[in-house]
T-cell receptor, first 111, second 115 residues
Framework: QKEVEQNSGPLSVPEGAIASLNCTYS??????FFWYRQYSGKSPELIMF????GDKEDGRFTAQLNKASQYVSLLIRDSQPSDSATYLC???????????FGAGTRLFVKA | GAGVSQSPSNKVTEKGKDVELRCDPI?????LYWYRQRLGQGLEFLIY????????KSGLPSDRFSAERTGESVSTLTIQRTQQEDSAVYLC?????????????FGPGTRLTVL
């Protein structure tokens, strides 16, 4: 079982819709959870981080964490073509400081 | 500098040659990561440095790969006897705090092509 799993996609949504990106992780003791965005040919950049169960909102982005289900998601409201990118879920485990990345989900927002 | 820098930005080498990739992290960042990203794939963890602790080398794919870091500054990733499957973008990232719970700042990467 992979430590951090994401659907590779591609996920295609129309402009203005809500895009929902999901991630599951295997280490039940994980403490920190991150969403990075990576445009084609560019390096990843942090969008959101979340440490506590529940929702965390930042502009059009909402991160949701459910530690009991070992599940973290990212919602993008009012999706724009400029949101088209690969979204990487990352988890920091309790056993050490190393952060583990998922393989990423490719998102296409159609104008 | 303002961010993580890597050099060279592109490297083309012949199979069997050794290559050395360099990463300059953000000043003061104690943690440094190396990742490999093949075309269209996710990030593959290679090695992790944290302060003066022994590095986590669990991601290195073979003994042809090695990395060093001088204190909390520059790191070099060395690939010996390169193979075509080593062709990828090699990304370096640094992070500020000891807990590893902080944001990783990525460099622009080195694109390695092994002919």
């Amino acid at each position: 079982q992979k430590e951090v799993e994401q659907n590779s996609g591609p996920l295609s949504v129309p402009e203005g819709a809500i895009a929902s990106l999901n991630c599951t992780y295997s280490d039940r003791g994980s403490q920190s959870f991150f969403w990075y965005r990576q445009y084609s040919g560019k390096s990843p950049e942090l969008i959101m981080f979340i440490y506590s169960n529940g929702d965390k909102e930042d502009g059009r982005f909402t991160a949701q964490l459910n530690k009991a289900s070992q599940y973290v998601s990212l919602l993008i409201r009012d999706s724009q073509p400029s949101d088209s990118a690969t979204y990487l879920c990352a988890v920091n485990g309790a056993g050490g400081f190393k952060t583990i990345f998922g393989a990423g989900t490719r998102l296409f927002v159609k104008a | 500098g303002a961010g993580v820098s890597q050099s060279p930005s592109n490297k083309v080498t012949e199979k069997g040659k050794d290559v050395e990739l360099r990463c300059d992290p953000i000043s003061g960042h104690t943690a440094l990561y190396w990742y490999r990203q093949r075309l269209g794939q996710g990030l593959e963890f290679l090695i992790y440095f944290q302060g003066n602790s022994a590095p986590d080398k669990s991601g290195l794919p073979s003994d042809r790969f090695s990395a060093e870091r001088t204190g909390e500054s520059v790191s070099t990733l060395t690939i010996q006897r390169t193979q075509q499957e080593d062709s990828a973008v090699y990304l370096c990232a640094s992070s500020l705090e000891l807990a590893g719970s902080d944001e990783q700042f990525f460099g622009p990467g080195t694109r390695l092509t092994v002919l």
